[in-house]
């Protein structure tokens, strides 16, 4: 599994990224016949990037969201 951790947008780049590297594990560190995937992880995705991973086997995408809250302390 390759993970791409995005923090801002992304792209349709993006998904070139994560495919070079899914390439990269595939030839360099899977056994012969297993299948890598790749998730893209990020807070969020525009059309372009939806389109891209239409047409990416074995790629996908989550995203994320990040909630804190200030406490005083006294």
């Known amino acids: 599994m390759v993970i791409e951790l995005k923090k801002g947008q992304t792209s349709d780049a993006t998904v070139g990224q994560l495919l070079r590297y ?5 030839e360099n560190v899977a ?3 297993q299948k890598v ?5 990020a807070r969020d995705v525009d059309d372009a990037l939806r389109y891209a ?3 990416a086997a074995g790629a996908s995408v989550l995203t994320y969201r990040v909630d804190f ?6």
Do not use: F, P
């Open 31 to 33: 056994e012969t016949g």
């Open 22 to 26: 899914m390439a990269w594990v595939e």
């Open 53 to 55: 991973l239409k047409r």
């Open 37 to 41: 995937e790749g998730i893209i992880i």
């Open 69 to 74: 809250a200030l406490q005083k302390i006294s």
